[in-house]
């Protein structure tokens, strides 16, 4: 089955800085789209940013020149450098893959168990 394995999370000052990685297993990683997301409490989930199979990025507008998601295939893992830390960083933070199983079929959405960043002073 698919399983993808966060790390990094933690507590860290305002203006710090944590890089989250995320492992992925059971899917074709290389033609898998993956994001990250976080949900702070009380708040719905939302995206942070993602990339595409091909190296497209996107970002919410909140983490914009503060954050950056990047890949590598070689590792099956995709990564989020995040800089310059806020309190309202504040959240779990959780990584998704959506694509095939196997090649030709059928693309799904699934997600990790999520790891905690605290961003406090």
């Known amino acids: 089955q698919v399983q993808l394995v966060e790390s990094g999370g933690g507590l860290v000052q305002p203006g710090g800085s944590l890089r989250l990685s995320c492992a992925a297993s059971g899917i074709i990683f290389r033609i898998a789209a993956m994001g990250w997301y976080r949900q702070a409490p009380g708040k719905q989930r939302e995206l942070v940013a993602a990339i595409t199979s091909g190296g497209s990025t996107n970002y919410a507008d909140s983490v914009k020149g503060r954050f950056t998601i990047s890949r590598d295939n070689a590792k099956n893992t995709v990564y989020l450098q995040m800089n310059n830390l806020k309190p309202e960083d504040t959240a779990v933070y959780y990584c998704?893959?959506?694509?095939?199983?196997?090649?030709?079929?059928?693309?799904?959405?699934?997600w990790g168990q999520g790891t905690q960043v605290t961003v406090s002073s």
């Open positions: 998704n893959a959506e694509g095939p199983t196997w090649y030709g079929g059928p693309r799904s959405h699934y």
